[in-house]
């Protein structure tokens, strides 16, 4: 089998490397910036099973390494090591006091019950205990892990810490994970932060592009369209926050097919008419009524292809490639999800013009908050959910400002200014 993690560590140094020879930094700096600093790679036991985990912890020059936690039959070590790698990027393009880090476990979590699931995260966690903390390494959720397991894991770690004395006071302990449900200490607005933050973005590139550049598609008057492909946390945020501010979202798509109402569709009517029908396929909805006569159902791959302002792939990785880059339509696409366009069809799409709001940006809302939560948690104070989102959006539109400004100034695309402000802030080169 093609180990995908192997081709994303590699394109993860590729990029990292590029950006740091532009930057005149020195082999020694780069190969620190390629090198995680700690890799963590243990066995553990349930039971009689034997499970492998990772936790990599790549670079904690800015703060305590962040990562999520991933639950997977694929996972490996490549992988874990890409993501953490990144982690350090999002974390420094997203102007927070934290490092990058990622762990993951070799389990198909479908395939085990319940008590098998919390005693299988509550094993992971003790073996991590060593080497996490509240300001050392913060682990959060991540592909099917969640925020139950966060608790299971953070009772483990207490206990842990129990037996060693640590000293840690209790709020402190709970700012060793985030993601926790609210009850357990967990933040308001962290369920909605990525497609919420996502749409803060898209609302500064637009306001960017109506002064500097030019109005988007349409003109002003009408509203620009907006195609979701991922119906999930990501997609159904960004699409539901995006129809809340003006957008028209015309198109949604989940694993079973797409929908395409040209007229815009309704985000929550869709969302109880995929609740009743198991997907999206079939919901046409506008207002409170889905009606077949509204819309047609189309293909995730032509849903990618349609000519709308806004395309914000916020399911898979490698969605846009090769194959279908030169019949994407849309003006600006907003990577919610992680690496949903292959550095190719990054480049082509750039070159024709395309403005691509990189993943390390656009969907560092989600950790953003956690980083909010973990703040919390430290300094033992619960804000209301208004008060996190208004710290969201500040947050999130100083760090595409600082993206913004340098791509205009240098001529480079959003990704490579990206990469730039995160290596000059991670090497220190900068305090922008
Ligand atoms: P999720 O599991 O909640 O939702 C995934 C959605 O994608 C589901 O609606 C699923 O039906 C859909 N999907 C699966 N295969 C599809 C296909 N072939 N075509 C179209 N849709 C398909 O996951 P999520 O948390 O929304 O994450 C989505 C992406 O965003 C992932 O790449 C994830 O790494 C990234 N991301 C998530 C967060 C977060 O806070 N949840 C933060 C940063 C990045």
Not at 47 to 60: A, E, P, S
Request: charged share 25%.
């Amino acid at each position: 089998m093609e180990n995908t993690g192997k081709k994303m560590l590699e394109s993860a140094h590729e990029i990292i490397k590029k950006t740091a020879k532009s930057l005149g930094l020195s082999s020694e700096v780069i190969t620190r910036l390629i090198e995680p600093d700690f890799i963590h790679e243990f066995n553990f036991s349930v039971g009689k099973k034997i499970y492998k985990g990772w936790r990599i912890q790549h670079n904690n020059t800015l703060g305590p390494y962040k990562g999520g936690i991933r639950f997977h039959p694929n996972v490996n070590r490549d992988e874990v090591q890409a993501l953490a790698t990144l982690m350090s990027v999002k974390c420094a393009v997203a102007g927070l006091p934290m490092g990058g880090g990622k762990g993951g476990v070799i389990v198909n979590p479908k395939e085990l019950s319940e008590k098998e699931l919390e005693e299988l995260s509550r094993a992971y966690a003790r073996a991590i205990s060593l080497f996490i903390g509240p300001y050392v390494d913060v682990p959060a959720p991540d592909v099917n892990t969640n925020p139950k397991i966060m608790a299971w894991m953070a009772e483990e770690y207490e206990k842990n810490l129990k037996s060693q004395n640590s000293g840690l006071k209790s709020n402190e302990v709970l700012a060793t994970f985030s993601g926790k449900p609210v009850e357990k200490g967990g933040s308001l607005g962290r369920t909605e932060a990525t497609g919420r933050g996502g749409v803060y973005v898209l609302q500064a590139l637009l306001a960017k592009l109506r002064s500097k550049i030019n109005p988007p598609a349409g003109g002003q008057k009408s509203k620009p369209t907006v195609a979701v492909q991922g119906f999930g946390n990501v997609g159904y945020y960004f699409a539901k926050f995006s129809e809340d501010m003006g957008f028209k979202v015309v198109s949604l798509s989940d694993s079973k097919g797409a929908i395409y109402v040209t007229e815009g569709l309704s985000v929550e009517t869709t969302l109880k008419c995929k609740k009743e029908k198991g997907s999206v396929a079939g919901c046409y909805c506008r207002g409170s009524v889905c009606d077949v006569r509204f819309g047609k159902p189309i293909s995730n791959d032509a849903l990618l292809e349609l000519p709308v302002d806004v395309l914000v792939p916020a399911a898979l990785e490698n969605v846009i490639n090769a194959q279908n880059m030169a019949k994407i339509k849309a003006k600006i696409i907003i990577e919610m999800a992680n690496g949903p366009i292959t550095e190719e069809a990054y480049e082509y799409l750039t070159e024709k013009g395309v403005i691509i709001v990189p993943d390390v940006l656009a969907n560092s809302g989600g950790v953003t908050v956690s980083y909010l939560e973990w703040y919390q948690n430290i300094h033992n104070e619960k804000w209301t959910e208004a008060a996190v989102n208004k710290r969201l959006k500040e947050m999130i539109e100083k760090a595409f400002e600082s993206i913004w400004k340098k791509s205009v100034a240098k001529r480079i695309s959003l990704k490579q200014s990206a990469f730039e402000v995160a290596i000059e802030r991670i090497t220190k080169l900068s305090t922008a």
